[in-house]
């Protein structure tokens, strides 16, 4: 009863935020106008294990979200919180068959801060910041608003993207949540110009050779 009555109270000061607006992204994709492979988004949770993204880009992409401390539960606001100790989450998305791409988790939280490491499919990669706003000074500790997004480049295409990422101590509340794989274009290399004068050396020894060759044989 006495936890019910506490993520009530937790719920209703996050939803009620004077801050930047909740479940609405404040900074720019971090792929840029490039369109996802495979895509997946919440911006409400409906438990602290979830399979139902609200942006599912193309069609048979798969993906889940779990917190696998324990100790979260669901806000008034559709975040995952935990007063208890620090939160640890598994995501994953579903990938191709072949090809290269670049991987992005992109995360929203509130309160105390993500670490910054993050894993895809156990390789590290860091957190780059892309918004902050001071929240002050809540539930007895320096807070903030944070967007942050990891980036895994040129990865090997997989069927299953396994992403792991977790708090820095109790009190993140994850607000939302992204996960994109990019394809990588095929680039045709281009000879260099040392190249092209090579090639046109060696034609014009070959053109040389069959003139003289003809004038010998006549």
């Known amino acids: 009863m006495k936890v019910s009555v506490l993520a009530l109270t937790l719920g209703m000061a996050f939803s009620s935020s004077a ?13 840029g106008t490039a369109t996802p492979t495979s895509y997946a988004e919440w911006n409400l949770f409906n438990g602290t294990t979830d399979t139902s993204p609200e942006v599912a880009l193309t069609a048979g992409t798969t993906a889940s979200v779990k917190e696998t401390s324990g100790g979260s539960f669901i806000t008034g606001g559709g975040n995952i919180y935990s007063f208890s100790g620090a939160t640890s989450f598994t995501a994953t998305l579903s990938g191709a068959t072949s090809g290269l791409f670049d991987v992005y988790l992109r995360i929203g939280t509130l309160g105390t801060l993500a670490s910054a490491t993050a894993t895809l499919n156990g390789v590290s990669a860091t957190s780059v910041l892309q918004f902050n706003e001071d929240q002050g000074t ?27 990422f977790n ?25 260099e110009p040392e190249a092209y004068s090579m090639m046109a050396l060696g034609l014009g020894l070959m053109a040389f050779a069959a003139r003289r060759s003809a004038k010998n044989n006549a």
């Not at 801050?19 to 792929?31: G, I, L, N, R, Y």
């Not at 608003?145 to 069927?159: D, I, P, R, Y």
């Not at 994850?174 to 996960?179: C, E, I, K, N, S």
Request: proline share 6%; no cysteine; hydrophobic share 50%.
């Open 167 to 191: 708090s820095t101590s109790s009190s993140m509340s994850l607000d939302q949540l992204a996960l994109a794989a990019v394809s990588v274009p095929t680039v045709t290399p281009v000879p």
């Open 138 to 164: 809540v539930m007895g500790g320096a807070t903030a608003e944070q967007e942050l997004f990891w980036k895994w480049t040129s990865v090997s295409a997989a069927s299953l993207y396994t992403f792991k």
């Open 19 to 31: 801050f930047a607006t909740q479940a609405v992204w404040d900074s720019a994709t971090p792929w």
